[in-house]
Structures are given as structure tokens and as C-alpha cells.
């Protein structure tokens, strides 16, 4: 993870992060879960950018959202937007120390590792936070192309027409009844 993601054979390091930080959750009445202490770590106390070796601590604002934010999906190659889901901080976690999206699935309010059970997993390739520091762009490679848990490369296949009527954009990709069994 340190050494960062690499795309199309390039190294990026949009975050660096050690390992030992996340494995040390911070336990707060806001998250009892815990917060991995490189979340909540102030980017004041970490060394200035220094290039490669250097790094640049985010401090994402779970609290604005009520622990949680919004996580965009997006092709690293297309650009296409794949989904939306939402993060809280073992989601962040856990996208940062494996470099595979995880989101927090809030109808069975639990941990969710995309693709886990139909193994179209999401590599993260890099990561953007918004200027609040309270939504993130997740940029992946979408494992077994689509991203859909209904088939469909992106969650946005409907096409909303000025009359209000939808059309269907793209081709399904897999029969959810096969994959979610």
C-alpha cells in the first residue's frame, strides 16, 4: 500500500499511508466501532510533502454525514461513473489497506466488500477527496465489467428523457439470477 496504486503501468501515490495506523482503531462515542487512527491522525502533526517520499495525511469529515460519506465509482479507463455507495471509517479502512473498495452497505448495515460474492471486485486505482473532505471518487478497474448488481456496467443505465420516460443505456453484462445464488 505505501508504495501506492499503479495504473496502466504507472505509479501514482494519491495517499500514503503505514499500515501500523490502521491496524490501531480509535474507539469514540460518535464511531464504537472504531476509527483507524490514521483517519483521525491531524495532517499537521505528519512531515510536509517531500516528493516520493514524502506523504500527505487526508482527514475525511465522517461527522458531517452522520459517519457516513458518498463514494463515487469510476472507470480508470473511460471515466464512466460506475456507482454510488457510501463509506464510513472501517470502509475507508479497509479500501486503504486491502486497495479494494469496501463500502458500508446501509439496508444490511455491514461492512460490504464489492465483488465479494460475485466477484466483480473494484482495484482501487487512485483515490479523490472533494474540497470538504466529505465525499470521495473511488478510480477503479471494475473486475468481470460490471459494477451493477443488477447486471449492468454502471448503476446509471437509465436514461431519463426531458418527458420524463427512461431508456435503457448499455447491454446487461451478467444475469444477477446466476451470479446471486
Not at 474507539?27 to 490514521?38: C, D, I, M
Not at 466529505?134 to 454502471?154: L, R
Request: hydrophobic share 40%.
Amino acid at each position: 500500500m505505501g508504495a501506492g496504486w499503479e495504473v496502466d503501468g504507472r505509479a501514482t501515490r494519491p495517499l500514503r499511508i503505514t499500515l501500523d495506523a490502521l491496524l490501531q482503531p480509535v474507539v469514540s462515542k460518535r464511531f464504537p466501532l472504531g476509527l483507524p487512527a490514521a483517519v483521525t491522525t491531524p495532517s499537521r502533526d505528519l512531515p510536509p510533502l517531500a516528493g516520493a517520499q514524502g506523504y500527505i495525511m487526508l482527514e475525511l469529515d465522517f461527522e458531517k454525514g452522520n459517519g457516513l460519506l458518498p463514494a463515487i465509482a469510476q472507470d480508470y479507463r473511460t471515466g464512466k461513473v460506475l456507482m454510488l455507495a457510501y463509506i464510513n471509517p472501517l470502509a475507508w479502512g479497509e479500501t486503504l489497506r486491502t486497495g479494494e473498495a469496501h463500502y458500508w452497505s446501509r439496508s444490511r448495515q455491514e461492512l460490504w466488500h464489492k465483488g465479494a460474492s460475485s466477484g466483480h471486485i473494484q482495484r482501487i486505482k487512485a483515490v479523490y477527496a472533494d474540497c470538504d473532505n466529505d465525499a470521495v471518487i473511488f478510480v477503479v478497474e471494475q473486475v468481470g465489467g460490471a459494477a451493477c448488481h443488477t447486471g449492468y456496467e454502471s448503476c446509471f443505465h437509465r436514461k431519463v428523457e426531458n418527458d420524463g420516460s427512461v431508456t435503457i443505456v448499455g447491454e446487461r453484462i451478467f444475469d444477477p439470477k446466476e451470479v446471486y445464488r
